[in-house]
Each structure stands twice: as C-alpha cells, then as structure tokens.
C-alpha cells in the first residue's frame, strides 16, 4: 500500500493504526529484506497517542540499517557492528517519529551495489529471486517493493538510493546536498552522504521528503529549506555521455518512450567520463578517515590480542569483510606520502570540473535526465570483479560528487525486470522534481 | 603497478592485518583499479580553488553533558585492553 492509501483507510476506517501495522509486520520476509524485524518497538509506538496532523506518525516503515533506531541493533551488515545497540536516534527518524517496522539489509558500511557484501545476508530482487536488489539500500527498496514496507528510508553516497530504486521498481530520491541531516546516520564518505526515501510513488517521497527536509544542529552541513519558484513548463537536457551504445538498448527505450511529448534536448556534460574514478578516490579516502573509528575500544567486535598494535591489527581484519578492506586500504593509499597529489588532490580538481560542467547546463535548463543504471538488475554472483561492481554506479555518482537533487523513477520493464529513470535538477529543486517525476509516472501507467 | 610491499605497507597504516594470500589478491585488485583512476590523468583540471562542500558555518562550542556517563571524573569507562 502507498501512504496515501494508508491515509485513507485510516479515514474510512477500514483499518487501525495498530492493525496496519500488524498487517506489516506478520508479512514473511521472502526476499531477506530485514537484517531485524523489531515487532515489539512497532506495537508500542502504533500504541501511542496520535496526533491528526501528523499523518507519517501513524505510517509504518523501514529503516536502512545504517541509520541509528535508539535500543535497536544498528549493524551497517557489518560483523564490526553485529551486536552494537544504537544509543539515540538519527535526526530524520525522530522527525518521521513513525512506526519503525525493522532495519532493513545493505552492503557492509553501504559500500556496494547489490547487498553481496552484506556480513548476514544477500536479498533478493523480488521481480526475480536469482538477481540483487541493487545497492547499497538494497534491502529498503526490495521491502518496498515487495510490500513489506509501504515506504524506507535509505542513504546515499554514490548512488545507493537511486540504483536500487531502478533495480527494483520504486521510486528513491536523493536530495540536495545539505538538504536533510545525517545525524545519526552511520558515515562512510562524509562530503557525499545523504539521507532519503524509498516509495512506491512519487507524492509518498514527497510527503517523506517534506518531513525530513530540516536544517539540524547537530549537522552543520544540514542547511534551511530553500524553496524554487514552481514551474509550469520545463527545459530538460539529455546529456549525450548517458546515452551512449554500451547501455541496454530496452533501458534506452523505455527512457525515450516516458520522455515523448517532453521538450528536450541534447546537451553535453564533458567530465562525465572521469566521475567514476573522482568518487572512488574521494569516497574512499573519506571512509579511510570514517571507518577508523571501528578499532574495537569503544565498542563493535573485539579480537583477542597481546599488545595494542595487534589488538587494532586483528580487531579489524576480523571485523570488516573484503569489500571495506579494499576500500579503507585504497583511501589510505590515495591519502598517503607520494601519492595525495596524483590522485586524492587531482580528484578534487576533477570534482570540480564535474561540477562546473552541471552548472553551465542550469543556466540553460530545469532539468537533466538519464537512465539511472545501464542495465537491469544483474545475477547475484555475476560480477566478480570490483571494477565491473563499480561500474554500475556509472549514471548515478556525479550527482554525488556535484552535491544536486536527483529522483529514480521507474518507466517500464524489460523481461520483467523494472527499469529506472533519473531526474537531476537544480540545487534545492526538489519541489520542481517531484513535479515533473508525477508527470512522467502518470504517463508511464497508461 | 604496485607491490605486494607496498601492499602490506598500506594495510599497516589502514591498521588491518592480511595474510600472504590476501596481500596477493589485493595487489592484482589495486593495480586494476589504480589503473582505470588513471584516465583522471587525462583530465584538464586547472582550479585550485576549493570545492563547495567546504563548512563555514561552524557553531560555536558548548558543554553538554553526556547524559548516560560511565566513568570516573574526566575519564570513559572502556574495557581493558591489555595487561602490563
């Protein structure tokens, strides 16, 4: 069910908050979307005095399992973190102060992009049990998509709302930089992390968005809510370095199909070429810095061990599985003496560029639109390679790496398996996003 | 190209202990990848200036007391790591 029909049983009386969320939480999770299903939070708190206004409090949810629920095991997928217990709640879901259905699955420290690096388990694509998720909230979007959740909430580094989202056939905003605070939200690379929703329909992630859009002390880099004047007709540019003979030509035409009628037309972003390779830098070095933190003192997995050296040396292979390893250990190269200015440094400067190249266009148009992922969901197994794994971040890390809004929407299917499209706009411009995501979504239902 | 020296040096400094095994697989893994990041050669960047993720907003700092403290005076309670 979407928010909205929620809403209106709730009106009608067809159901209580209490039964709705019984009728949530008794569903059988056959994709492996949970890592923990917390059935007693969720009584207590459909329990609770609602107030009439505030209609997500009586919604439930999901959450990714990176953001922190207070008493809740917050894991990251991590053995680091297998049993650490959360000790407050991250700004967004106090603000949501919903029906809190269970933390949902996600690549280990959210670093991946089909939940294979998971410590607990792989989920499943529910349009076909044999193919992933998409990641890293792999989890958030297969609950909503198989309805185990009417909506979830995921973040997003380098495309990690945004891929699953096409991956599964939901729809999964990533908002303005600085648009929504992270507090609470497990780091892993700083200066490109965002929270945001997953939902069934465009209006659900507005009304999500609308709730957790909030400037927060406690982020400083969590900004007041600007709002863009709503407009009536829109300029979008298709750029050519995301339509280009590599994607699958199905996802091409059903991109093509949803935007007829549309005023386009075809602009170019130059530095696209290099933005996959600038994210992997910066991301990296960030979570070298931010993954620190996991050395077994404070809390998380200990090893047992002589002196201290080895206690961190130990404490931490054992914690992080090879996906983290490599990064942390790539972030630490591109940081370190003799390399900082070939690649941490020119990584920067290339971010720039990417971002210059973003803001020539917005002089000129509303929007952009591309395919949020070259393909389709690919096999659980299939990429064995982490380049080949990273490359399936190739349409959605600029947008990270320029700190814009940008929404994946599904538009169709090729093989039964969904197909998303994505929409960057301006900073800020969420409002204007989700007007024109609704139109397109309208169109693609009939 | 980089070598299984340099590998096992960096898994040092990232403070992760590997195996022989493992330094091997990353070698071939880092060479991989530090090979696709240098197209990031090719690109003419010119600025320096710096990008606009930058925090200039910084508030200013107070005391808040944290709220479930375990610990003697100054010092946090943590387990002991090692004996004399």
Redesign the interface.
Known sequence: MTIREIEQGLKNKKFSVLEIAKFYLNKKDKVNAFITRTKELAILQAKKKKDNNDLLSKIPYAVKDNIMVKGVKTTCASKALKDYRA?YSATCVERINGIVLGKTNLDEFAMGSSTETSFFHTTKNPHDFKRVPGGSSGGSAAAVAADLAPYAIGSDTGGSIRLPASFCGVVGLKPT?GAVSRYGLVAFAS?LDQIGPLTKTVEDAEFVFNKIAHKD?KD??SLDRKFIKKKKTFKIGLPKEYFISGIDPEVKKAIEKAIQGLKTEKISLP?T??AL??Y??ISTAEA?ANL?RF?G??YGN?AK????L?????T??ES?GQEV??R???G??SL?SGYYDA?YN????????I?EDFKKVFQKFDFIITPTSPSVAFKIGEKK???SM?LSDIFTVSVNLA?LPAISIPVGKSNNLPIGLQIIGKPFDEENIFQLAKLIEKKCQR | MISKKQVIHIANLSRIEISDKEAERFQKDFSDILNYFDLLKKAKTFSNKKNDFCITNFRKDEIVKFPDFDGKGKYIKVQKIYDN
């Open positions: 000790l930089y200066s002390k400083l880099t530095n070429k290099y390779a600038s992997y830098i070298s620190a050395d003192i404070r200990k061990a002589k002196d201290l080895s206690f961190y040396l130990k931490r292979a992080f390893k490599r942390i250990m790539l630490t190269f370190s690649y020119k990584a920067q400067k290339v971010r720039e560029l971002t390679d982490p380049i990273y700190g």
